[in-house]
């Protein structure tokens, strides 16, 4: 099993541009999740999902948007990137409660 | 969901059991403890979780308090590969599962 694959896992954006994160689990887990994680400090849950279909904010959301319209697949859309949103981006997949959460290697966006 | 106190950082030495603490007070009943680590820029790695009971696995023993207002997260034999930081979390569901500020674990040689 692959678990929680990201692309791409390096980007360099120009202010304005946008682009998607991809995130694929092979699990078959109903949950899933996007995280930034800014140089030198802790995760911040930006979307999640409970299942196809669903998605919720989490505490950063501004300035993205997911959808989930497969079990295996969420991808994390940017628009009109901001030099805010340079960040490692990590993506994670979970069965439900209880059970852990699975982090992919991450993506790594710069924004100039 | 319960708030989780933690201590910003800790060290240990080699080869010596690294007891990581975790004040979760107001934690309710059918809330879960769960413990996550990330060791320098890579993805958080699920370690365990627990209930009401002592948990262990191949990683480490999570041993919650009676009252369940906090728990001990134990590595056993700490090596140079266990520094990190430590995650403690307490939900009710997996929903918007976010992270706090964690504990710096040092393991010092």
Redesign the interface.
């Known amino acids: 099993n692959a678990g929680v694959t990201q692309t791409p896992k390096f980007r360099i954006l120009k202010i304005g541009q946008s682009m998607t994160l991809q995130c694929t689990q092979d699990m078959n887990h109903n949950y899933m999740y996007w995280y930034r994680q800014d140089p030198g400090m802790g995760l911040k849950l930006i979307y999640y999902s409970v299942g196809a279909g669903i998605t919720d904010k989490g505490e950063v959301p501004n300035g993205y948007n997911v959808s989930r319209s497969t079990t295996e697949d969420f991808p994390l859309r940017l628009e009109l990137a901001a030099p805010s949103q340079t960040s490692v981006y990590f993506c994670a997949s979970s069965r439900g409660t209880p059970g852990g959460l699975f982090f992919g290697e991450g993506s790594r966006l710069t924004v100039l | 969901d319960a708030k989780t106190t933690q201590p910003p950082s800790m060290d240990c030495a080699e080869g010596r059991a690294a007891n990581l603490p975790c004040n979760h007070s107001t934690i309710s009943g059918n809330e879960?403890v769960?413990w996550?680590r990330?060791i320098h820029?890579?993805?958080?790695?699920?370690?365990i979780?627990g209930?009401k009971n002592n948990e262990t696995n191949e990683m480490a023993s999570l041993i919650i308090t009676e009252d369940r207002k906090s728990s001990t997260l134990i590595l056993p034999h700490a090596t140079l590969r266990d520094t990190a930081v430590y995650y403690c979390i307490v939900?009710?569901?997996?929903?918007?599962?976010?992270?706090?500020?964690?504990t710096r674990l040092t393991v010092k040689p």
């Open positions: 879960y769960y996550y990330q820029s890579q993805g958080p790695q699920y370690i979780h209930l939900r009710l569901n997996n929903n918007d599962m976010r992270f706090g500020a964690g």
